[in-house]
Nanobody
Framework: VQLQAFGGGLVQAGASLRLSCAAS????????VAWFRQAPGKDRDFVAT????????FTANSVKGRFTISRDNAKNTVYLEMNNLKPEDTAVYYC???????????????????????WGQGTKVTVSS
């Protein structure tokens, strides 16, 4: 499956953005999808993940209550709705797909970038104070 992330941009603190991850190539509902982000000079961190059906989601504590992951399999797209953005949310955001539509019961596995098989190219989000 090929992934393409888009929707990033430059916004002020407190604003909202919706990122999209468009997929092509395979039956999209066969894949769990996650968002990761990498701030300048830092490691890539888990943000949120969603099962193939969309019935199960997990979100990192750092963004819980502000970010929401969702998907529309009819459009082969996963979304990351980001509200009340903060300067510390500044990063390149990547979407990634796992060849298993069911999310692992292990938090460690769900949040490990090594468990995801396909990656998009990233979209940059900059939040000014």
């Amino acid at each position: 499956v090929q992934l393409q992330a888009f929707g990033g941009g430059l916004v002020q603190a407190g604003a909202s953005l919706r990122l999209s991850c468009a997929a092509s190539g395979r039956t999209f509902s066969n894949y769990a999808v996650a968002w990761f982000r990498q701030a300048p000079g830092k490691d890539r961190d888990f943000v949120a993940t969603i099962s193939g059906t969309g019935g199960s989601t997990f979100t990192a504590n750092s963004v819980k209550g502000r970010f929401t992951i969702s998907r529309d399999n009819a459009k082969n797209t996963v979304y990351l709705e980001m509200n009340n953005l903060k300067p510390e949310d500044t990063a390149v955001y990547y979407c990634a797909a796992h060849s298993n539509p069911v999310l692992s019961p292990s938090k460690r596995n769900r949040e490990s970038e090594t468990k995801y098989d396909y990656w998009g190219q990233g979209t940059k989000v900059t939040v000014s104070s």
